[in-house]
Each structure stands twice: as C-alpha cells, then as structure tokens.
C-alpha cells in the first residue's frame, strides 16, 4: 500500500511503546482517518452501487459486516473475519505463457515484489489453527508507485452461495443462540433448504483432508475474472497457488494433538531453511461455464496455464508487520486484469472496506492496542 495508490490511503506505521510517541501518533493517525473514512466508505459504495445489490432498503456492505459483528465478542482494530494471521513477503515472477493470456506487468517475466498475508479463517484473533477449516492466502503484487494487484484466496474450491443476499442470510443462520452458544438448528436447516449448494460446502468442509501447513496448501481464487492480453482479447479465468510441497494430511488424531499456532510456527520453521514456493496456475473457462457464480466449481477437465511463480522468503508478527494496514480488495486489479460480472467478489470488495475502515478508527482511537502490539497507555 502506498502514496501512489488511488485505491487505498497509505500505511499506518506501527506505534512506537513509547506513550508519549503513542499519544501522538494515535492524533495523528486519527485526523489522517478523517479522510480515509470517506475514501474506503466511497469505493464500498462505488463498487457496491455498480454490482445493484444495495440503495433503498438492499442490502449493505454495513449491514454484512454488522452482522459478522453480532456473532460473537468484538475484537477492535482486527480484520471482521480471517482476523488470525502473519504478514509475509517474496516476489512473483510470470512465464512467457501468463504473458499470453494478461498484460499485467506480473507476468513480465520480471520479478515483482511481493506483500502477502496468511490466515485462518473465523473472526477470532486467537483462534486455535487446529479448529479452523479454512486457510488463506492475500498477496499484494507491486511495490510503491507501480500498479498494484491485490487477491485474497482460500483452501475451499467454491463458495457456499452465489449472492450476498445468501450470504447475509447464511450468516444470520450461524448467530449463537445466547442459550445454547451455538446456532439455532432450525434456523441453520432452513438456509439450506433454501440454498442446496452451501449443502455441498458443507459435504467439502466434513470430507476434504486438512492441510498440516500453509506451505503446502493450495489456495484458490474462486471468483472468476477476466485476463486482457496485449491485443485485447479477453478471456475468463480462475486460477490457484499450487504448492511445490507435497501434501501431507493432518488426521483428527493429529488435529486435537496439534498447537493452537502451529500454522506460524511451521511456517517460521520452514523459512529458516529456505524460501518456499506456488505456481500460479490459471483455468481458462470454456463456453456455459459460471462464471458469475462463485458457487459453481468448473470442469477439471479445462485448459490450465502455469503463469508464474510466487516465492515467499520471510514472515512476522501482523501486529507490527507490513500486512496488517493493507485492505487486500480482490478489486484492485492491474491493467491487463478486470472483474467478471460476480455479484460476490464486487459484495467481497465493499465489505472488506467497511472493514478496513471500522478497524483503522478503532486503532486510531487508541481501541486496536491488542491488534497493533501497543502497551496501553494509562
């Protein structure tokens, strides 16, 4: 995140101990928010009016993430859902085959550098990684004052539903009833009955291995865009960072054994030895494929393209790491790269906003000392 950037406003640096320099950072990062409040709340609402899903009484990218809220205890200054994680960094660098398919300059075959974040997901900052079903991967790619792609990928193959109506409802259906702490079952089968294909989210979440890292994880895009090569031609995508590690499968046994961190610490381990690595690989879609439906998984059977390679040499705490102020809008796309018509990813690029947004003025005004690694001041 940079100066450059038109999208977003520009990091907020980590708050020195000190509670003098505390104070004084914190008045500055809150009249620095004045403005941002406005920008990140405006491109919410750009991208939201442009996908038709709020104005009147529709739904909201505040009405999304408020729920999220009234799911469990508020943890200020942290991300409203994958709200555990570390930062990390690396480079990318394209193949002559993901230069034929996009003009983004990822795939110059120079390599590009590369900010990134791993997660679990659930809105718990100290979520146990042994719980947590899904695992997550954002990258920012390009540095300040270059054109910067940001993505944020999951371990699922599909999404749940195809509309953020259905996903608002889902996650009225997951509010903990106050008397039993968890959600109401009637309320839960009702959502299903009327969404048959979160039915086979669930089947995936109950079935598919876990992962013992996320080094070897895959992560993948799940909405679909389009990629424009240098004469024009478009073509729709979804592609996946495919690990270079083999797979290893953690077994229930070895789950209940594991650390509640034992995501980052392996992590940390395995980058004491060397880089790790994924290729990028794209999916071309073919002709009836949905792609305005994230619920909708495509073919094995259609046309990949390894485009590249991410390697990622450090990590840190996102406490006081790079990560922890970048917004990784899956709509802040390079030329070369544009959004599909998805409802879910332009609902996905407001709602992380909104988020943004709540947690920057929470840090600001001195609320997010757990998210930033601060000491409070008295």
């Excluded at 900010?115 to 079903?133: E, M, Q």
């Excluded at 390679?309 to 390079?334: K, M, S, W, Y």
Aim: glycine share 8%; charged share 20%; aromatic share 8%.
């Amino acid at each position: 995140m940079n100066e450059s950037d038109p999208h977003r406003p520009s990091v907020v640096p980590p708050v020195d101990t000190s509670a003098a320099i505390a104070k004084r950072e914190r008045r500055r990062q809150l009249a620095a928010l004045a403005g941002i409040g406005a920008i990140a709340l405006g491109s919410a609402s750009a991208f939201a009016w442009t996908a038709g899903w709020i104005g009147g009484d529709r739904l909201t990218a505040q009405r999304i993430v408020g729920a999220m809220e009234a799911n469990g205890p508020a943890h200020p200054g942290f991300r409203r859902n994958h709200a555990k994680g570390v930062c990390v960094s690396g480079t990318f660098r394209g193949t002559p085959q993901g230069q034929a398919l996009s003009s983004a300059r990822a795939f110059s075959g120079t390599p590009v550098p590369v900010l990134g974040r791993f997660s679990i997901g659930g809105p718990n900052p100290h979520g146990a990684d042994n719980t947590a079903r899904v695992r997550s991967m954002a990258l920012q790619f390009g540095g300040p004052g270059e054109p910067q792609w940001r993505m944020a990928m999951n371990s699922f193959p599909f999404f749940a539903v195809a509309t953020p109506q259905a996903f608002h409802q889902q996650i009225l259906a997951k509010r903990p009833d106050p008397a039993t702490g968890k959600p109401d079952p009637v309320a839960m089968e009702a959502f299903l009955a009327a969404h048959p294909q979160a039915r086979e989210f669930g089947k995936w979440a109950k079935t598919a291995p876990w992962s013992d890292s996320w080094a070897n994880t895959q992560y993948n895009s799940v909405n679909a865009f389009r990629f424009i090569d240098a004469d024009g031609t478009e073509r729709f995508v979804r592609w996946s960072m495919q690990p270079r590690l083999p797979f290893h499968a953690l077994d229930a046994e070895e789950r209940e054994r594991a650390d509640a961190d034992f995501l980052a610490a392996d992590l940390h381990a395995r980058l004491a030895h060397g880089p790790v690595h994924w290729d990028m690989v794209v999916t071309l879609a073919a002709p009836g494929d949905a792609v305005d439906d994230p619920s909708q998984p495509w073919p094995d059977t259609r046309e990949q393209v390894v485009a590249g390679t991410l390697t990622l040499v450090h990590a840190e705490p996102q406490a006081t790491g790079e990560c922890r102020d970048v917004n990784f809008d899956p709509l802040i796309l390079p030329p070369g790269v544009a959004a599909s018509g998805d409802p879910i990813l332009a609902a996905r690029s407001a709602a992380y906003s909104q988020s943004f947004n709540r947690r920057q003025r929470e840090i600001a005004l001195g609320r997010g000392d757990a998210a930033t690694g601060t000491e409070p001041t008295r």
